[in-house]
């Protein structure tokens, strides 16, 4: 799909997509637990739908009643491949859930996920004593376990996802556990782990975010689970209103343990004008400053944070670019290449990327198949001096299928057609 974005100003009020992380989460929470749970305002982007269909083939049973979820869990594999899609979260966390039951299991994925290394994921789990193959460090991968509880050091430094899919899955294995992880990253995100198993009824013990402690033959509790909106989507939405109009975002939750709520201390630094609340945040277009921000532990803010700051006047430095190889893309360099289609410079030096502000260009432009580079290029269209067209633009169902639709309400000017007119 094409989609062209024409210079539009934006108003109202848009509520937040759903956390597709916290929906993937509780759905391996209700996978794993005793009975049936409820999961309220899920997500139902590709990355929450694959979680559902390994839910269902390791033996979940799962219906859909007025956009909430009902998992009855504790079953048992009912089929031995479970594909991933290109979920980087739903290969990580389900490998060492999948390795619990003593059947061999095959993980699969497509797109981008077939190109993303394995090895992580192998090299924890037969610490456990879990028999691992894969081609060559990449998929394929099949799992046999079963994960009976042990010692482990990894890495945290390239992905939390990993961790994530460990304290998940070893609570219940058989004896307890010790993980120690070297140089995690993006520890709000093993926050937002702790706080869903925790609400599942399960405990981890957690010193510093290098030793975790699991007691092993622990039992989740069904529950029911509510899932917040996702900083990560309202992020671009944010942004939109700050180069572009006036939006309030709601039931973006200011208490929130999700990392890309750091967006708001970029905006502040950018000098947005934003009345922040409860459970909103109203954001109005005004002169924009560059801005210095690390974004080591909030990737994923990286390409709302180069839409922003290609309206800044001056350079605007953010930190993190290491981070970006093993995406949908390499963001990094679909940034670089896709934003000087706009006339915006944008420079990699060490671990920054540089990017010179101004007023974006039109032109014709890529996603890289890549959700957030779509919605940054989507978004840095709204105040272009002319409309820009983005090629593969549907590949924003990865996570925030409604995004387009959702512009528009605003005010968005935003076609849609097969081919480039």
């Known amino acids: 799909m094409v989609i062209s974005v024409s210079p539009s100003s934006v108003s109202g009020n848009i509520k937040a997509p759903s956390s597709k992380s916290m929906t993937q989460r509780a759905i391996a929470a209700a996978l794993l637990a005793d009975g049936g ?7 139902f982007c590709n990355d929450s ?23 009855t869990g504790s079953g048992k594999p009912v089929f031995n ?28 994925g497509r797109g981008s996920l077939v190109k993303r290394p394995m090895s992580m994921i192998s090299d924890a789990l037969t610490q456990f004593g879990v028999v691992c193959k894969s081609n060559m460090g990449f998929l394929p991968l099949t799992i046999k376990g079963p994960l009976t509880g042990g010692e482990c050091e990894t890495d945290g430094s390239v992905s939390s996802q990993l961790l994530t899919g460990l304290l998940m899955a070893l609570p219940v294995a058989q004896g307890d556990s010790i993980i120690k992880v070297n140089d995690l990253r993006s520890r709000p995100y093993i926050d937002m782990t702790l706080e869903v198993l925790e609400h599942f009824g399960i405990s981890v013990t957690n010193d510093r975010y290098s030793v975790f402690t699991i007691p092993g033959g622990q039992t989740y509790r069904a529950t029911k689970f509510a899932v917040e909106s996702d900083w990560s ?15 309030t975002v709601e039931e973006l ?16 630094r950018a000098g947005a004008k934003m009345t922040i609340n409860e459970r909103s945040v109203k954001i109005v277009s005004s002169d924009l400053n560059s801005f210095e921000f690390d974004s080591t532990e909030s990737p994923d803010l990286f390409p709302p944070l180069v839409a922003l700051a290609s309206y800044c006047r001056g350079t605007s430095r953010i930190k993190g670019v290491n981070r970006l190889i093993y995406k949908e893309s390499n963001r990094a360099e679909a940034l670089v290449t896709e934003f000087s289609k706009l006339n915006i410079k944008i420079e990699v030096s060490a671990d ?34 002319e409309r820009i067209v983005i090629r593969e633009a549907e590949c924003i169902k990865k996570s925030y299928p409604g995004f387009y639709d959702d512009m528009r309400m605003a005010g968005a000017r935003i076609d849609e057609s097969s081919d480039i007119q």
């Not at 749970?37 to 997500?43: F, K, L, V």
């Not at 979940?60 to 007025?66: D, F, K, L, M, N």
């Not at 671009?236 to 006036?246: C, P, S």
């Open 233 to 247: 989507g309202g992020a671009f939405l944010l942004v939109a209103g700050a180069i572009a109009g006036e939006i």
């Open 37 to 43: 749970s409820t999961i309220i305002n899920p997500s």
């Open 352 to 385: 920054h990327l540089l990017v010179t502000g101004g007023r974006p260009g039109g032109g014709v432009t890529d996603s890289h198949n890549d959700h957030r580079i779509a919605m940054a290029l989507a978004t840095a269209a709204l105040g272009a001096s």
């Open 253 to 268: 939750r200011a208490g929130s343990r999700q990392s890309d709520r750091a967006i708001l201390t970029a905006l502040e």
């Open 49 to 71: 739908l694959a979680a559902l269909s390994i839910a269902e083939n390791l033996g979940a049973v799962i219906s859909e009643t007025r956009g909430e979820l009902k998992i």
């Open 81 to 108: 491949t479970l594909d991933c899609g290109e979920s980087g979260l739903a290969i990580r966390m389900f490998s060492p859930v999948a390795a619990l039951w003593p059947d061999e299991i095959t993980m699969t």
